[in-house]
């Protein structure tokens, strides 16, 4: 199992969908998780964290599930400023400590 | 002003060619990372400093080489480039009490002939 793996798409949904990412880590002692996003032709930048019990920011919730290993980014109503690429990020190091491990990424295309 | 620059932002050069990129920031971080990006691939790192006296190698460091020349200036080099270095190349930056939350800058993009 590769260590961060995503499905690469693309994801094409209309405006107002529904749509889900998935990503699984083959770590199993991966610390913490993080979704960043990524336009194209521009940088990566910080999306959300994810928290072991879930997390919500506006249309956007993060979810963890550490037996299955396995991280997903739910994006609800979307918005075609949304299209983007989206990162799982996996970090086997502990608090204060870098050992990141970037995803191929998941393209989204959100059509009018 | 962006927080993390990086010059040049494009650039297209030889086999053989010394090429160096630079990055600097303004966001008073101790910590500073090189990685590339490859069509279809992950972010890849290819070298990270937590301070000026500190240089640490990355996941893929051969045919590279940097100088951390004060805490807001990061610069990578490549010694000898071949074609197989074309790519995007991100400067990114981090606080010590959360290193996992990269800021990147804008990057550069090599085109190496």
């Known amino acids: 199992r590769k260590e961060v793996e995503q499905d690469p798409g693309p994801f094409n949904v209309p405006e107002g969908a529904t749509v889900a990412f998935n990503c699984t880590y083959s770590?199993?002692?991966?610390?913490?998780f993080f979704w960043y996003r990524q336009d194209c032709r521009k940088e990566p930048k910080l999306l959300m964290s994810v928290y072991s019990s879930g997390n919500e920011d506006g249309r956007f919730t993060a979810q963890l599930n550490r037996a299955s290993q396995y991280i997903s980014l739910l994006i609800r109503d979307s918005k075609l400023s949304d299209s983007a690429t989206y990162l799982c990020?996996?970090?086997?190091?502990?608090?204060?400590?870098?050992?990141?491990?970037f995803g191929k990424g998941t393209k989204l295309s959100v059509i009018p | 002003d962006a927080d993390v620059t990086q010059t040049p932002r494009n650039r297209i050069t030889k086999t053989g060619k010394r090429i160096m990129l630079e990055c600097s920031q303004t966001k008073g971080h101790d910590r500073m990372y090189w990685y590339r990006q490859d069509p279809g691939l992950g972010l890849q790192l290819i070298y990270y400093s937590f301070d000026v006296k500190d240089i640490n190698k990355g996941e893929i460091s051969d045919g590279y080489s940097v100088s951390r020349q004060a805490q807001a200036k990061f610069s990578l080099s490549l010694e000898s480039a071949i074609p197989n270095q074309t790519a995007l190349y991100f400067c990114?930056?981090?606080?010590?009490?959360?290193?996992?939350?990269?800021?990147f800058g804008p990057g550069t993009r090599l085109t190496v002939l």
């Open positions: 990114a930056t981090s606080d010590p009490t959360s290193p996992q939350i990269q800021y």
């Open positions: 990020v996996v970090n086997k190091g502990g608090a204060g400590s870098y050992q990141l491990t």
């Open positions: 770590n199993s002692a991966s610390q913490s």
